[in-house]
């Protein structure tokens, strides 16, 4: 173990600017902290929006160091902390949003509460893949829309972050599981266990009355937002249909639902990190999450190319250009 009380970290100097190796002050575990050694980095487009300052909603002015995913090892408590030692290995959303330190970096001190054991079974490359897209599944499937067995649940997006852990969890659940993508990524999502719609083949009306008899979807997830959230209004079972998003900017006209009978939740995964309110929740989310992973019931879709501290510059450029295979993930 390093004696120093500095730090490798990334930082970003303001909007658009490169990412820079600096060294800095390790921080201390304040009262409800711990302070974790830092292994794995997972990497988000909202990571991308804030080093392009297009991110108001995250609060994260720059400079900044980013990363909000994170997986690790304890090295400190902080003043109050219980339930927690010195070695166990963790993983959280726990970083890098609302002025926080983020997780490209060595080390950082983080509430306790939004922390969870990492699961067993994953490396901490895989577990540092997780967290924000598992907690995003999570809250609208299970904790808005109650997702249960025998429901019929559409996931727009099913092969992207949000999207392939909401088939998988939707899947464990006993659900019968539908998700949209294009012809490249069937396989991806048959293989998580979902009929396949291809949506550039096929309009709302058109699988609606394939695989519902006209009725309707129990649940519908969109996690691509814009035109797709309309057509999910559409797509939502008459009286009983439920539509989630986790992408409901710009104007959307709610007459389709509501024609429908059905009801709609938004998701926002920050809000514990900006408020404060409900951050126990985020970590029983990835306890409860961790025994699925244990069981065999979900695994993250990782882009198959390594990077570190010194070459994240080129995990970045492939999240800008869209080329990224799965989850693309930081090792520190």
């Not at 720059?62 to 003043?79: F, W």
């Not at 514990?272 to 992973?293: C, K, N, S």
Request: with cysteine; proline share 4%.
């Amino acid at each position: 173990m390093s004696h120093s009380l500095e730090m490798n970290a990334l930082l970003v100097d303001a909007a658009n600017a490169p990412l820079r190796l600096v060294s800095i002050d390790r921080p201390a575990p304040a009262a409800g902290q711990v302070l974790v050694r830092i292994k794995a980095s997972g990497i988000n487009p909202l990571d991308a929006k804030i080093r392009a300052g297009q991110a108001g909603h995250a609060r994260q002015p720059l400079p900044a160091i980013l990363g909000m995913d994170l997986a690790g090892v304890v090295e400190a408590l902080g003043e109050g902390v219980s339930g927690w030692a010195v070695g166990d290995e963790v993983y959280g959303l726990a970083t890098g949003i609302g002025g926080a330190q983020g997780s490209l970096a060595e080390f950082a001190a983080v509430d306790a509460r939004l922390l969870a054991r990492k699961p067993a079974n994953l490396s901490m490359r895989e577990a540092a893949a997780l967290p924000l897209v598992l907690i995003t599944a999570w809250e609208g499937l299970v904790d808005r829309a109650r997702v249960g067995a025998d429901q019929s649940v559409l996931i727009h997006g099913g092969a992207g972050g949000v999207g392939h852990v909401a088939v998988q969890i939707a899947k464990a659940f006993g659900a019968r599981v539908f998700a949209t993508g294009s012809a490249m990524q069937q396989a991806q999502i048959e293989n998580f266990g979902a009929t396949f719609i291809d949506y550039r083949q096929q309009g709302v009306e058109e699988y609606v009355a394939l695989h519902t008899a006209g009725e309707g979807f129990d649940i519908v997830y969109d996690t691509v937002g814009g035109e797709t959230l309309d057509r999910s209004f559409q797509a939502a079972r008459i009286y009983h249909g439920h539509v989630l998003s986790c992408l409901g900017w710009g104007q959307h006209s709610l007459a389709p639902l509501s024609f429908r009978g059905a009801t709609y939740s938004g998701v926002f995964t920050l809000l514990p990190l900006l408020t404060g309110h409900g951050r126990e929740h985020h970590g029983q989310i990835l306890a409860q999450a961790a025994r699925l992973i244990e069981a065999g019931q979900l695994k993250p879709l990782l882009d198959p190319r390594r990077f570190t501290l010194q070459t994240a510059e080129e995990a970045y450029t492939l999240l800008a250009g869209g080329a990224a295979q799965g989850r693309l993930v930081i090792e520190i």
